[in-house]
């Protein structure tokens, strides 16, 4: 089912009260959001004209380094063990291969279009510096889906006791993308 944008706030505030409802308008960037990381970063522009830096590690540490030295003038260089950036943020899409040492390697088989983020995958409103950053570069906020087929609800009222898998849809009681329908079902 379509939900507004008003009616979702209703809901929000009427389920968590007006701190719900505030932290929901920040994060949604209908309030402004206070002091974040990369607001204070002090140093006048073009500082770093012509100087070098080094910065070890594409996480996500190192690559919004890069991102506000760049900002200033750095010449920034990231080494990278690994042979992706992201670190610990890594995303499996079709033909993602997945090597576990001591056990088999998987590729992913996902439909065109479905992903599943295998570190990270949840932003909350008090992360204000990764929220500037998703504004800044124009990043798409989704809603986040934590159902897979391991996710069961039980209630001894329901369903005689037994534990039952919700569709996410019913669940959220809102639309989902192809991409939301996959990472709740199909995982
Ligand atoms: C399963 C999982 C779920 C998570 N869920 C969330 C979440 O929902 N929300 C959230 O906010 N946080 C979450 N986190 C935490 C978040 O992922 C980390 O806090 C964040 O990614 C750390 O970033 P980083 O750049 O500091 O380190 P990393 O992402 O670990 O990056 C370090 C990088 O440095 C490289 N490196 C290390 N040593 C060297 C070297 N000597 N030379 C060259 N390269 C090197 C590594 O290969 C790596 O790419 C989760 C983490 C995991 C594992």
Same mark, same amino acid.
């Given at each position: 089912?379509?939900?507004?944008?008003?009616?979702?706030?209703?809901?929000?505030?009427?389920?968590?009260?007006?701190?719900?409802?505030?932290?929901? $308008?920040?994060? $949604?960037?209908?309030?402004?959001?206070?002091?974040?990381?990369?607001?204070?970063?002090?140093?006048?522009?073009?500082?770093?004209?012509?100087?070098?830096?080094?910065?070890?590690?594409?996480?996500?540490?190192?690559?919004?380094?890069?991102?506000?030295?760049?900002?200033?003038?750095?010449?920034?260089?990231?080494?990278?063990?690994?042979?992706?950036?992201?670190?610990?943020?890594?995303?499996?899409?079709?033909?993602?291969?997945?090597?576990?040492?001591?056990?088999?390697?998987?590729?992913?088989?996902?439909?065109?279009?479905?992903?599943?983020?295998?570190?990270?995958?949840?932003?909350?409103?008090?992360?204000?510096? $990764?929220?500037?950053?998703?504004?800044?570069?124009?990043?798409? $906020?989704?809603?986040?889906?934590?159902?897979?087929?391991?996710?069961?609800?039980?209630?001894?009222?329901?369903?005689?006791?037994?534990?039952?898998?919700?569709?996410?849809?019913?669940?959220?009681?809102?639309?989902?993308?192809?991409?939301?329908?996959?990472?709740?079902?199909?995982?």
């Amino acid at each position: 089912m379509a939900m507004t944008r008003r009616e979702f706030l209703m809901r929000t505030g009427a389920a968590g009260g007006y701190s719900a409802a505030f932290l929901m $308008m920040q994060s $949604m960037g209908l309030m402004p959001i206070t002091a974040s990381a990369s607001s204070v970063v002090n140093a006048a522009p073009g500082s770093g004209k012509g100087l070098r830096v080094v910065i070890l590690g594409a996480g996500i540490a190192g690559l919004v380094s890069a991102y506000e030295l760049g900002k200033l003038g750095y010449e920034c260089t990231i080494l990278e063990a690994r042979e992706r950036p992201g670190g610990r943020n890594w995303t499996a899409r079709n033909g993602t291969k997945i090597v576990l040492n001591g056990f088999d390697t998987q590729t992913c088989t996902f439909d065109e279009g479905n992903y599943q983020n295998l570190g990270p995958g949840r932003i909350p409103s008090i992360h204000g510096t $990764m929220l500037h950053y998703c504004r800044e570069l124009g990043i798409e $906020m989704e809603v986040e889906v934590n159902t897979t087929r391991s996710s069961y609800l039980q209630d001894d009222k329901v369903n005689g006791g037994k534990p039952s898998m919700m569709p996410a849809d019913t669940f959220l009681n809102c639309s989902l993308n192809a991409s939301h329908r996959a990472r709740s079902t199909k995982l």
